[in-house]
């Protein structure tokens, strides 16, 4: 009997997949149309936001860039056939007073012996950026910008409200002090008393020989810039600034809150507690008027406590309560092993929380700690109900101008614009940062 057995000796080549399958029509297919239900859904969801982008771009653009007054921009809609005000968007308004929802009453050299000092916050900005850049690409940028970083703090101030150059020297030689009285008395005393002296010594220092130091040098080499007052400030800039300094403080103040609320000492766990607690309670628009009129109440007579400066710290204390609490649900999260583990290398408490605790701990609560500074940059808005003008508080003052009287769309698309780049560019850096971070296999 013959073996008429047939066995392959050379493989086929594999095939393309089917056009259907792959590429935008697969994606479609499978995300959009995979079922009957699915395809009608899709359908129905696509006229319907087709519908609101066509109303949005025929209200939107619109040639009014250049209209110096809602009336001028109404006589641009009857000539375009455009039913009223509400039928298109007016955005002269933005070409016109866009310099004062960025910068509010900061001086700009309209008034008579006034000079333009809006270079100063537009220079701040930019030194941020480079102040900020071996702190969030820290792989990306060399590592001696990191110097710049801690006199940055230093810098901003000055720049804002200007003054003489000695005063942010001054401040700044009170921790150079502080760290060499540390260093000196710790290696003798042990590191508890030479932190306590450390501090003792910085704010004797700021305290009562800072300022009469500060106000010699300057009457010897008056260098400076022209002072500003904070009433002057306004728009993005005022946002801007309280965000970032609240964003900056909060975060390792919340730190020391969660571990002190998990410490095992009664007085700082209750007080650590208390003050969350507390915090957490409280509305912020509530601390921003205890901020505003009842702080003075508890000052010395004749203390002129900077309003900027009381806000600031309101909005750091409310926000790293939230952080304290983002920041124990990571603590929370780590197996007991890697406490144990820390144990066993013969690690005490800090250094345990500084190499292996908290770096894992801060890397599970990333979405936490980015959600609570969007929130905490949105809510600078609300410094409008105490007299700070941010930017919605400047859209009341603009429309109160009779040129612009009835325009509202405008002015709050564009500042919602403004707030959405700062907001979604802190989104996507905490993804950029928790790809990187990622260890684990997914």
């Known amino acids: ?145 990191i110097y710049f970083t801690y006199v940055y703090p230093f810098i901003m101030p000055w720049l804002l409200w200007g003054g003489p150059i000695w005063t942010p020297i001054c401040i700044a030689a009170g921790f150079v002090i502080a760290y060499v009285v540390y260093r000196v008395l710790g290696n003798i005393f042990g590191s508890l008393v030479g932190l306590v002296a450390a501090v003792a010594t910085a704010l004797v220092w700021w305290l009562f020989l800072s300022g009469p130091i500060a106000s010699g040098l300057a009457s010897i080499l008056p260098i400076g810039l022209e002072p500003v007052a904070s009433r002057q400030f306004g728009g993005m800039m005022l946002s801007i600034t309280i965000g970032v300094v609240a964003i900056a403080c909060s975060l390792p103040l919340g730190i020391l809150l969660a571990l002190g609320r998990q410490s095992d000492l009664l007085i700082v766990k209750s007080l650590c507690v208390g003050f969350i607690e507390f915090i957490r309670g409280v509305p912020l628009i509530t601390l921003l008027f205890v901020a505003s009129t009842l702080l003075n109440i508890f000052m010395p007579p004749g203390t002129n406590f900077d309003i900027i400066m009381r806000v600031i710290i309101m909005a750091t204390l ?113 993804m950029y940062l928790e790809r990187k971070l990622q260890t684990g296999h997914r």
Request: net charge neutral; with cysteine; hydrophobic share 50%.
């Open 1 to 145: 009997m013959s073996d008429i057995s047939f066995v392959r000796k050379d493989m086929l080549p594999p095939k393309e997949p089917p056009a259907s399958e792959v590429g935008v029509l697969g994606w479609l297919k499978v995300n959009l149309f995979s079922t009957w239900l699915n395809s009608l859904l899709s359908v129905v969801a696509l006229a319907f936001v087709s519908m609101v982008i066509y109303k949005l771009l025929s209200w939107a653009l619109v040639p009014t860039w250049h209209a110096k007054s809602l009336s001028e921009c109404r006589e641009i809609f009857a000539a375009l056939g455009k039913d009223g005000h509400n039928s298109a968007a007016c955005w002269g308004v933005i070409r016109d007073r866009w310099p004062q929802l960025l910068f509010g009453f900061y001086p700009n050299g309209a008034e008579e012996g006034v000079s333009d000092q809006r270079w100063r916050p537009v220079l701040d900005l930019l030194l941020l950026g480079v102040a900020m850049a071996p702190v969030l690409f820290s792989e990306k940028v060399p590592r001696k910008l």
């Open 318 to 430: 409310f926000a790293s309560a939230y952080m304290a609490e983002v920041i124990r649900g990571g603590l929370a999260a780590l197996p007991k092993g890697q406490y144990e583990g820390a144990d066993s290398l013969g690690l005490d408490y800090w250094q345990a929380q500084r190499l292996i605790i908290m770096p894992q701990a801060l890397k599970i609560s990333i979405p936490g700690i980015v959600s609570t500074f969007i929130g905490l940059f949105k809510d600078t808005t609300l410094v409008s109900v105490i007299g700070l003008l941010d930017p919605l508080g400047l859209t009341n003052a603009i429309r109160a101008d009779a040129a612009w009287n009835g325009v509202v769309w405008e002015l709050y698309g564009f500042i919602a614009f403004m707030f959405f780049v700062c907001c979604f560019s802190m989104s996507r850096y905490s």
